[in-house]
């Protein structure tokens, strides 16, 4: 059974998320949330998270899927958003957008299709990665959505390798 909205897709990813944070913060709490209805402000805000993001009255944005890692001294998130179609130029602007401006420490976007034309000629022919930054020392990955596995392509991740 495929998919028949993107709404279907968040419970199979926040699962996976959880997962995959636990297995890379071992020994630190995590929780994931489908946040697609909320400005990620009164998100934060409701679950009194908003006193370690200065800013957070900027995040006037909905993540799909958020990641909350909480460590001794900070609050890191971890954003997911997830496309039932291709991924065009304008999804990748539209989370780069995002992660801009919250600084998430992973930003990661999902198909279930893969990419469109323009924007795997992008990536794998004119190895434009720079679009992906967001910070000095962070940027995006994108990758296809295997339903079947519930897991992402490990072959399909740009840029190549671990997701984090």
Request: with cysteine; charged share 30%.
């Amino acid at each position: 059974m495929n998919y028949r909205n993107e709404t279907q897709m968040y419970p199979d990813v926040e699962k996976w998320m959880k997962k995959r944070l636990e297995a890379k913060y071992r020994r630190l709490p995590i929780d994931v949330y489908d946040t697609h209805t909320k400005y990620l402000s009164d998100f934060l805000e409701e679950k009194g998270l908003h006193v370690h993001f200065p800013d957070y009255p900027s995040y006037e944005i909905k993540v799909d899927v958020l990641g909350v890692i909480q460590g001794r001294d900070n609050i890191e998130l971890a954003f997911v958003e997830c496309k039932l179609n291709r991924i065009t130029l304008r999804d990748v602007s539209q989370l780069l957008g995002y992660s801009k401006v919250a600084q998430p420490v992973h930003s990661i976007l999902l198909s279930a299709r893969g990419l469109n034309t323009s924007v795997t000629y992008l990536f794998d022919t004119f190895r434009r990665y720079d679009v992906l930054r967001y910070n000095d020392n962070k940027r995006m990955r994108i990758g296809a959505w295997n339903k079947t596995r519930l897991d992402i392509d490990p072959t399909s991740i740009i840029p190549r390798g671990e997701l984090f």
